[in-house]
């Protein structure tokens, strides 16, 4: 028998300058994810919930979805390859909304390694700078960071524990 462990993050040996991953899968965003984000992180902006509004006070003439949300989507679906397995994010560098998203948008994600420096004072573990694109289904860049993660080594990364062991397919 094989066990396959799906790997979540990288350690800091794993991040090569120049590396970039394609994440998967996409996310459609529906009208229903950017209204509860509104609601839930209190912005009550007519641009995001009102049509009528949207269509009759706005340059897009429709609903645009919360840039929050479409950096948060962006940044959850670079977290399985990239800081899964991390210590800690330490910064956003830089973020920018290239373009509007709109209700029905399906984004995409892909991150490029940009620097990798392992720590002076602890050599269990680096930091590792990554910038990370978002585009929609027209392949059009909506949206843009940089951020720096802390990483372990692969030595002295903590091992990956389950609450249950083999005896799960014994019998």
């Not at 209204?35 to 009102?50: K, Y």
């Amino acid at each position: 028998m094989t066990v396959y462990e799906r790997p979540f993050g990288r350690y800091f040996e794993d991040f090569e300058p120049g590396d970039i991953y394609q994440h998967w899968p996409g996310k459609t965003i529906t009208e229903y994810d950017d209204h509860l984000f509104c609601m839930i992180t209190m912005n009550h902006h007519p641009l995001h919930t009102n049509e009528w509004f949207a269509e009759n006070e706005t340059v897009q003439k429709q609903n645009v979805v919360v840039g929050n949300l479409v950096y948060s989507l962006v940044l959850g679906m670079s977290v399985p390859d990239v800081s899964g397995s991390c210590i800690a994010n330490l910064e956003v560098e830089t973020l920018s909304h290239k373009k509007p998203t709109f209700h029905g948008d399906t984004i995409y994600a892909s991150t490029r390694v940009l620097d990798k420096k392992l720590s002076s004072s602890k050599p269990d573990r680096g930091i590792v700078t990554v910038e990370t694109k978002g585009v929609n289904q027209r392949g059009e860049e909506v949206c843009y960071f940089r951020r720096k993660l802390m990483v372990w080594t692969k030595e002295a990364a903590p091992s990956r524990m389950r609450p249950y062991g083999e005896e799960l397919w014994e019998s």
